[in-house]
């Protein structure tokens, strides 16, 4: 059974860092992909970061490029999110997200094209 547990959000001063992780489980084989979405209130989900298992691709929002990485360690069966110089407007609930295929660059950002959803966990950036 296909399981995702995402964890670490809290409470960050702007500029600031957290690290988000997803574990998982379920996962069998090297092609599929993940990603981290977010919601902040009042707006749509939308894609943050996404690694793609079997050839390690990995690709961020514009919004994003420089300050977070996806990353895997597959000894844990875990993604995270490294988010580094946190502003306000990162503040939302983040979402991982999978589904057991590589998905091409433009389907990354669909929220439809995952089958498996974790929980959401709660990022704040405020002073």
């Known amino acids: 059974d296909v399981q995702l547990q995402a964890s670490g959000g809290g409470l960050v001063r702007p500029g600031g860092s957290l690290r988000l992780s997803c574990a998982t489980s379920?996962?069998?084989?090297?092609?599929?992909?993940f990603g981290w979405f977010r919601q902040a209130p009042g707006k749509e989900r939308e894609g943050v970061s996404f690694?793609?298992?079997?050839?390690?691709?990995?690709v961020n929002a514009d919004s994003v490029k420089g300050r977070f990485t996806i990353s895997r360690d597959r000894a844990k069966n875990t993604v995270y999110l490294q988010m580094n110089g946190l502003q306000p407007e990162d503040t939302a609930v983040y979402f991982c997200?999978?589904?057991?295929?590589?998905?091409?660059?433009?389907?990354?950002?669909?929220?439809?094209?995952?089958?498996?959803w974790g929980q959401g966990t709660l990022v704040t950036v405020s002073s």
């Open positions: 690694l793609r298992y079997g050839d390690s691709n990995t």
């Open positions: 379920g996962f069998t084989g090297r092609d599929y992909t």
């Open positions: 997200a999978a589904v057991r295929r590589r998905l091409i660059i433009s389907s990354l950002w669909n929220i439809v094209s995952y089958d498996y």
